[in-house]
């Protein structure tokens, strides 16, 4: 045997290499990034690819203990996070292990090799080939740990976790293993944070490592805003809807907490762990145990889900606030409409800026008072406020007008600003349908006392009753045919839009499981008042036309006042004329009878004619304008895509009286 | 792609072996004595034993191709020796090869099998080193000789060579999953001779399939799919959604949204339709969020693929398990039965008084064109109809809707390409579209159905059931109208009309009530009856969802070839005699009217009369045209009908239940 170092040293120069240590022949050489055995030393070819096999380990061993030393000197100020530490110290204790090894090989490693010639003393001595099997296994996992490392170094808390757990799906039971030991705990810190999430709702999270992330916002939009997931730190082993949960339900508590001022979802939590067979405390979570998560976090977020709604439902009477705006902003309670719109009524026809809230506010403590409302719960009444919306020059009351609903903490979580809105918005338009009502009802209230008969004309010139008559009808036609547009109107949104989606809203109300359900179902119940109450978006010149069509009812109630007042006045004047005769005729039975009343009666006749006339013609005019929008109304309805219009189409036309002239129309244009 | 990187970093900082090749001995080995030769030799096999190139061996590799390798000694060599050395090294080559497949096979991307199996030829290479250094050991102690090293390398040449020329078989066709699984099973089988040989296969099989097996454990037990590398026999078309059910006229989720692939394990071969509806089911429930934990226990766990068939009988209790949960579910919570029931009562007419108020208040919509029905309004006169009659009882009366058609039932029937009827219609080709199909030709109902009651009632059946409709309530109408007729003779009957064309009318209209009456008895009492009883009997019997299915299409299918739906040309008849009877039925009026003149008396003619005839008198009248249009009718009629007579008797030769039918409309004709 020529060799220049003799089989021991090598195998001693391996170990130390496998070490990372330079040993006196075997170096590490940075030209080729590897331990070499220096050319210069002359051992057999066989040997020397020996070596340089089994100084691989070597190599892998640097890099892994490059990397835990690196991140190890670095922790606290780099952004290394508690996952990367918590990867470390596994690798660290791989490492451990494989020491354990290297100081038995390196005892055996002392026995010194028999060589051929001489008698073997004992059999305990270590060959390069015997090395070679011992290393096999070591071999294995440090190639492992070197690939984890190449590919999380970059990577931080979920993220990192998640990657390794995509490492983790190997089919070598060896490889197997280690990556679930591994795992397990590298994982441990996130689960430690989930689990104080989800029964504590604390975001124990220094590194921001946690797939949730918290922000400062104020308490009425942390429901929405205040915590969201972050994707890129859920790790692959944890799905979506899971996330969500685990979010949903640790916000539920930050939620209680903050907003509700409440205590009792702890006893939540620790029922939960308990029935999820686990203590509150730490630890118990680990890598692999899926289901054992599911399973805590479905218990936590069903009782905390409870808690939270009954606190919503019992002590914040969730469900009597939205009854409270039903009744009050979309006008449900009607007695107290009508008696509010009645005192208010005047007041609303001075301009804007005269107008004072004050003033308005007593009112409609007047109207509480006065109707049914003063047995509602004074909590509710006292949230019932006067609004005056930012008001125009020439704006009138009426325009200005509207109702609030004071939602506090923690219900404005639920009615936000722009729910609020879309509230006002529609009391805005109730409150104008129900003024137009009661227009249309008041102008019914002068046109009813039928003393208008025409034997108190008798005086008239014929020609002039004629016009009369026909002036009165056309405008009794035209009330009724506003009327029936009114209440149809008046009757679908209070019924087919209002109560239906109260009744949807209230079955869903009591199905909700957690908050997010129950903002879905008021979300829902919103948007389907305003779909179908004409508000929305796409029915955006069906609401304008509407619009003009109350304006038109408006003008024809003032016209047909002035109808009506002068029609008094006439018969007024007309009696006292009678009158007047009468007792002329019983004073002085004068020679020439007649010549007064004649030229009363005929300046009498003169002027009926010529009011007539005008009120005829503006009647006319109101009569045509009304008639061409509501058939330009009734023409758009059908287009709408809700389906309930078409409903609103049957009922407004339900002799067909105006799809039959429309299509006459269409008939007689051909 | 940082991690496969890295992973070829550090493979290939171990194997670049080729660098040291051009390093020769120093020597030629003739030089030696015979005796130190044969030392240095074993000493240079020991190496080559373990792949690694002694002072007189080397590696010559071919250029391109990565597994064909040869060893090669140094020709100076003793002769003896040389032969000596050759022989053992094939050994050398397989392990060679052996061991470049287990570090190819180790990557992430080759799959849980390859990386099982790689696993196991790691655990045969680890002790197969062992031996070489226990060899090695035995050399250092003097005892072993070349001839001894042959003999200790002996069990390890046949197992070593067997396992070598699989593997050149997987690298070389690059198997992975399934396919491997199948090459190890296949070699296991064609070394059935060597008994060492054959255990070692059928130990890799085992170990590479453990893996496997765990996917498929997941699929059996909880309907999940955990298939990381693509392996598992079974695709999922995650595209496919549940809701698409509902409108799917091929239930296209319920058979594609699972599928099994084209290569099947072999020892799962038969078992594979098994395995993929005991997932499939499983899957339903959990959709349903209906949470079913099968309970693991050790029996069941599928890890002994021996030839003791123990998986089979795991993967059969598993699917037990399933198809029995599943049916229970959907019969318990879902109420299948109460459904069916329900569908029944709209949809196969078997609730009377709620059709019976439809047709009246439907009735001035249903004649309108079918473009100028208004759904809603119907749907309103539906909602009517079902609260104010019996159906308001029954809890599932919401979910049905109705739905006006375009087509005529025929043409719809066509349309459906996998009835067989639509060849034969497609092919007479004369289906022009009547001018004007009222709506009492096209309307139809149709049933709101839920997942998971969706798979029994796909869109498919629920189509069917569409159709039996359409039909029934064709000749409900047809019915009614004739009905009218004939309470239209009724109110002359008090005149004296023998002889006259009014009777002969009255007679035609009750033949043609009995005809109607008869098809309808047929429809409902010889068909859709006792049809329903056999399938209800045989749900209740049905041991998986499966079976439900199928029951549930063989009676629709069943109905709607014996409703005639199949038969085009019988069908068309049919439609014919409908027909005539309407336009009989709508001219009954006129035809009346015309020839029974209705006198008011007259006022002053006296008293008497009054008395008599309840304040009318009703006067026949002979008029011509009268007299013929009915005798046109009646022609018309009979000829169909006597037409008809021919095709039924043709035809049931081959469909047994149109004799029935035959009997009840052709009863009387056959007597005469």
Avoid at chain 1, 227 to 238: D, E, N, T, W
Avoid at chain 1, 476 to 503: A, R
Avoid at chain 2, 281 to 289: F, K
Avoid at chain 2, 584 to 608: D, F, N
Wanted: charged share 25%.
């Amino acid at each position: 045997e020529e060799n220049d170092v003799s089989e021991e040293v090598l195998v001693r120069d391996v170990l130390y290499a496998c070490q990372g240590i330079d040993g006196s022949y075997i170096k590490y050489d940075e030209s080729v990034d590897g331990y070499v055995l220096s050319d210069v030393i002359k051992v057999p070819r066989a040997t020397r690819i020996m070596v340089h096999k089994l100084c691989e380990l070597g190599w892998l061993f640097r890099k892994v203990k490059g990397y835990i030393s690196e991140c190890m000197d670095h922790f606290p100020a780099e952004d290394v996070g508690t996952v990367g530490q918590a990867f470390c110290a596994a690798l660290q204790d791989e490492l451990t292990e494989y020491y354990k090894l290297l100081a038995v090989l390196e005892a055996q490693a002392m026995n010194p090799i028999p060589l051929v010639s001489e008698a073997a003393s004992s059999g305990n001595y270590l060959s390069l080939r015997r090395l070679s099997v011992w290393f096999a296994e070591p071999m294995v996992k440090m190639r492992l740990m070197a690939v984890l490392v190449d590919s999380c170094k970059v990577l931080r808390g979920g993220a990192m976790a998640g990657a390794i757990h995509m490492h983790a799906q190997h089919g070598d039971p060896l490889v197997h293993d280690f990556m679930k030991r591994l795992l397990r705990r590298v994982c441990s810190p996130l689960f430690e944070m989930v689990r104080s999430w989800v029964l504590e709702g604390e975001l124990e999270d220094i590194f921001a490592e946690f797939f949730i992330v918290g922000q400062p916002v104020k308490a009425e939009s942390l429901w929405r805003e205040g915590y969201r997931l972050h994707a890129g730190m859920l790790p692959s082993f944890i799905s979506p809807s899971l996330a969500q949960r685990i979010l949903r339900t640790g916000k539920s508590i930050n939620f209680l907490r903050v907003c509700c001022d409440d205590r009792g979802w702890a006893d939540a939590a620790t029922e939960a762990a308990a029935a999820a067979g686990t203590t509150t405390d730490r630890g118990g979570l680990g890598y692999g145990e899926t289901d054992a998560l599911e399973l805590l976090v479905s218990e936590a977020a069903k009782r905390i889900d409870k808690h939270l709604l009954d606190v919503i439902y019992n002590r914040y009477k969730f469900k009597e606030h939205c009854l409270a705006i039903k009744r009050y902003l979309l006008l449900g309670q009607g007695d107290f409409v009508q008696y509010l719109m009645d005192i208010v009524g005047p007041e609303l026809s001075e301009p804007a800026n005269t107008i004072s809230t004050f003033k308005l506010a007593g009112l409609l403590e007047t109207a509480i008072r006065s109707s049914n409302a003063q047995y509602d719960d004074r909590d509710i009444l006292d949230r019932l406020r006067i609004k005056m919306m930012p008001h125009n020059t020439g704006d009138r009351g009426w325009d200005v007008f509207s109702l609030e609903y004071d939602a506090r903490i923690p219900l404005d979580t639920v009615f936000t600003e722009s729910v609020m809105t879309r509230y006002l918005r529609i009391f805005n338009f109730l409150w104008k349908l129900r003024r137009v009502e009661h227009a249309l009802i008041s102008a019914w209230k002068t046109m009813k006392p039928n003393c208008i008969s025409s034997h108190s004309f008798l005086k008239l010139q014929q020609a002039v009753k004629m016009q009369l008559l026909l002036t009165l009808r056309r405008c009794q036609v035209l009330w009724d045919e506003m009327n029936h547009f009114v209440s149809n109107l008046q009757y679908y949104i209070m019924f087919e839009v209002l109560e239906v989606s109260w009744s949807n809203f209230s079955n869903e109300m009591e199905a909700a499981k957690d908050l997010d359900d129950l903002l879905a179902a008021h979300e829902k119940y919103l948007h389907s008042i305003v779909e179908k109450a004409l508000l929305g978006e796409r029915s955006r010149s069906l609401y304008e036309t509407l619009f003009v069509l109350f304006d038109l009812i408006l003008r024809f109630r003032s016209v047909a006042d002035r109808l009506y007042e002068g029609i008094y006045e006439m018969q007024a004047r007309s009696t006292d004329a009678s009158r007047d005769k009468k007792r002329r005729q019983i004073n002085s039975k004068s020679a020439e009878p007649g010549s007064w009343v004649s030229e009363g009666r005929k300046a009498l006749t003169q002027h009926a004619a010529k009011f007539l006339t005008t009120m005829d013609q503006e009647l006319d005019d109101i009569g045509k304008k009304y008639s061409s929008l509501l058939k330009g109304f009734l023409s758009q309805l059908p287009i709408q895509q809700h389906i309930d219009l078409k409903f609103l189409l049957f009922r407004l036309d339900f002799t067909e009286f105006y799809s039959l002239s429309l299509s006459c129309n269409v008939n007689l244009a051909k | 792609e940082a991690r496969v990187s890295a992973q070829r970093n550090s493979e290939t900082k171990g194997f670049s072996v080729e660098s040291f090749s051009s390093t020769g001995a120093e020597k030629a080995i003739g030089c030696y004595h015979a005796s130190v030769q044969e030392l240095i030799v074993i000493d240079d096999l020991l190496s080559a034993l373990v792949g690694i190139e002694g002072r007189y061996t080397s590696i010559r590799r071919i250029h391109g191709k990565e597994d064909e390798l040869t060893f090669q000694v140094d020709p100076s060599m003793d002769l003896a020796l040389q032969e000596l050395a050759k022989r053992i090294f094939p050994l050398c080559e397989s392990y060679l090869l052996i061991d470049q497949f287990v570090e190819s096979r180790s990557q992430f991307k080759k799959g849980l099998v390859n990386h099982a199996f790689a696993a196991a030829l790691r655990a045969l290479l680890l002790d197969y080193q062992a031996m070489v250094a226990q060899l090695e050991h035995q050399f250092r102690l003097c005892r072993l000789s070349l001839q001894g090293l042959w003999f200790y390398c002996q069990p390890m040449i046949g197992s070593m060579n067997a396992l070598a020329s699989v593997i050149q078989k997987a690298s070389s066709n690059n198997y992975a999953g399934v396919d491997v699984l199948n090459l190890l099973q296949s070699q296991a089988k064609a070394m059935a001779g060597d008994h060492v040989v054959r255990t070692m296969l059928e130990k890799m099989a085992h170990c590479a399939s453990s893996a496997y097996l765990e996917i498929l454990e997941r699929w059996l037990y909880e309907g999940v799919i955990d298939d990381p590398y693509g392996e598992f026999f079974i695709a999922e078309n995650r595209t496919l959604q549940k809701e698409s059910l509902t409108h799917d006229y091929d239930a296209k989720y319920w058979h594609q949204r699972y599928s099994l692939k084209d290569s099947i394990p072999s020892f799962l071969a038969d078992v594979a339709g098994t395995i993929l509806t005991t997932g499939k089911y499983l899957n339903v429930m959990r959709e349903c969020g209906h949470n079913v934990q099968v309970r693991v226990s050790e029996s069941s766990k599928l890890r002994n693929l021996g030839s003791n068939h123990q998986y089979l009988e795991c993967i059969k209790a598993a699917y037990d398990f399933a198809s029995g949960e599943l049916l229970n579910l959907i019969r318990e919570k879902y109420d299948l039965m109460g459904k069916l029931r329900s569908i029944k009562h709209y949809l196969l007419l078997d609730q009377g008084d709620f059709l019976v108020h439809f047709m009246d208040i439907a009735r001035e919509e249903l004649t309108k064109k079918a473009e100028d029905i208004s759904v809603e309004k119907l749907q309103s006169l539906l909602d009517l109809a079902l609260r104010s009659t019996a159906a308001a009882a029954d809890p599932c009366h919401e979910d049905l809707t109705c739905c006006v058609e375009r087509s005529t039932l025929l043409k719809r029937l066509s349309t459906l390409k996998d009835f067989e009827i639509s060849k034969t219609i497609s092919a007479n080709n004369d289906l022009e579209e009547p001018a004007s199909i009222t709506g009492l030709e096209t309307f139809s109902l149709s049933y709101k159905v839920q997942w998971p009651l969706s798979l029994v009632l796909s869109r498919k059946a629920l189509t069917k059931y569409q159709l039996i409709f359409r039909f029934l309530f064709h000749c409900k109408h047809v019915s009614r109208q004739l009905c009218g007729a004939w309470q239209v003779h009724q109110g002359v009957r008090a005149a004296n009309l023998k002889g006259t064309a009014v009777s002969r009318s009255s007679l035609l209209c009750r033949s043609m009530l009995k005809f109607m009456n008869s098809l309808l008895h047929y429809l409902t009492f010889e068909v859709i009856e006792p049809n329903w009883h056999v399938m209800s009997n045989r749900l209740q019997s049905a041991k998986s969802i499966d079976e439900v299915i199928q029951y549930h299409d063989l009676f629709l299918q069943k109905c709607l070839r014996e409703c005639m739906l199949l038969l085009p040309e019988l069908l068309k008849k049919m439609e014919r005699l409908k027909l005539i009877c309407l336009q009989y039925a709508a001219a009954t009026q006129w035809l009346i009217s015309s020839s029974v003149e209705i006198t008011e008396p007259v006022l002053g003619s006296g008293r008497e009369s009054v008395f008599r005839s309840s304040s009318k008198t009703l006067k026949f009248t002979e008029n011509a045209t009268v007299t013929d249009s009915i005798l046109k009718f009646e022609t018309e009629f009979n000829a169909e009908l006597q037409s008809l007579g021919p095709i039924l008797s043709n035809q049931s030769q081959a469909e047994p239940y149109l004799t029935h039918l035959a009997q009840w409309i052709l009863g009387v004709g056959n007597e005469q």
